[in-house]
């Protein structure tokens, strides 16, 4: 088994900037997603569409903490996402995992979803 994608459930003008993130600042794609009920993105990683973005009035945020903490997605290019991530003003922490090469950055979607960069075999 593996995950086959992700699904963030928000209020459309939050999709939007959620939408923006994924592919101006980490540089997914936004493709093509089926005529399905609802509004809302597919994000793609190449040809997979990982991410889902489904709008849903009755959700927006309440403030109320939950026990979904993160997803990681592996990625190259660190010094690249770096830069959109300071030149979109996103906070993000940098982490070396040394004994096995991984180069590691933590940052928030939009959504306040955490998100995790994993680099193998590149410096930061």
């Not at 939050?14 to 609802?38: H, M, W």
């Not at 979904?68 to 003003?89: M, V, W």
């Amino acid at each position: 088994m593996q995950i086959d994608h992700i699904n963030i459930r928000a209020p459309m003008d939050l999709l939007q900037k959620a939408r923006d993130f994924y592919c101006d600042v980490l540089g997914l794609t936004e493709g093509f997603r089926p005529n399905i009920s609802g509004h809302g993105f597919w994000i793609y990683a190449g040809d997979k569409p990982i991410i889902h973005l489904s709008e849903s009035a009755d959700r927006a945020r309440t403030g109320k903490p939950g026990f979904f903490d993160h997803f990681a997605l592996r990625a190259s290019e660190p010094a690249t996402i770096i830069e959109k991530l300071d030149k979109a003003g996103i906070e993000y922490v940098v982490k070396s995992v040394d004994e096995i090469n991984l180069t590691q950055v933590f940052c928030k979607d939009p959504a306040g979803i955490g998100v995790e960069l994993n680099f193998l075999d590149q410096p930061g």
